[in-house]
């Protein structure tokens, strides 16, 4: 299946910078852009880490609740972000980072696992060609319902399947995609389910095919094998 990539959905025009920013023009600087973290580079363009709202933050809380220290900040990382004052000391390193090419689900699973809300995009050299965010990653979803009943019909029936959709109806409406019709083989129902979430922008899919002919309990047996190196019976 087609999956929209990091380069369709990423902003190119990003601000970053350099590790010995200070503090007063970090925040400066995210209110200027509108944005909540800032990619920290070095002089190739070389991503360093991220510095975000969070880290920032962090020495905030410390000034207004001294006595919390302790409890929270624990961790060693978590102590040097607090008493820092520039972007290299107050960076989360190292970043975690997403090619141009890899496709949005992975970006996303990215994003879930390492509990972030955005990723620079880097070329395979690691220089900054971009940062993607959580908002980016949805906008698949404000596809044009009539496009993906298209990419449905061409990569699930025709692409996947080898089969036309003559005898289905596509219906999609807010990303919900309603089948109705009947394909040739039960087994088919749920393979084109299950391809058709895969497809960027789809939200739910409903079906109610019906098929001709119940394939799954039938057991395809082995080839027979035949050897071509014994001289044929008379």
């Not at 141009?100 to 070329?123: E, F, G, I, S, Y």
Request: a negative charge; one cysteine or more.
């Amino acid at each position: 299946m087609r999956h929209r990539t990091i380069e369709n959905v990423m902003t190119r025009d990003v601000a970053v910078v350099p590790p010995d920013t200070g503090f007063a023009d970090l925040v400066r600087l995210m209110a200027d852009r509108a944005v909540s973290g800032l990619p920290v580079v070095d002089h190739h363009g070389h991503v360093l880490g991220v510095v975000s709202e969070a880290d920032l933050l962090a020495k905030e809380s410390v000034r207004e609740r001294p006595h919390a220290v302790p409890a929270l900040l624990r961790r060693h990382a978590e102590r040097v972000r607090a008493r820092g004052t520039t972007a290299g000391e107050l960076m989360t390193s190292p970043a975690v980072t997403v090619r141009a090419d890899a496709t949005v689900p992975h970006a996303a699973r990215l994003m879930a696992d390492h509990r972030v809300k955005r990723l620079p995009v880097v070329d395979e050299d690691g220089g900054l060609v971009g940062v993607v965010s959580r908002t980016d990653l949805l906008s698949v979803f404000r596809r044009a319902d009539d496009d993906i009943a298209e990419e449905i019909a061409q990569d699930v029936f025709r692409g996947a399947l080898g089969i036309a959709c003559d005898t289905v109806v596509i219906r999609v409406a807010g990303g919900v995609v309603t089948f109705e019709g009947q394909v040739e083989r039960r087994g088919w129902v749920d393979v084109i389910t299950e391809l058709t979430r895969r497809v960027d922008g789809v939200v739910d899919v409903r079906s109610s095919l019906t098929y001709a002919w119940d394939d799954t309990g039938v057991t395809i047996p082995e080839g027979m094998v035949v050897d071509i190196t014994r001289e044929p019976r008379p």
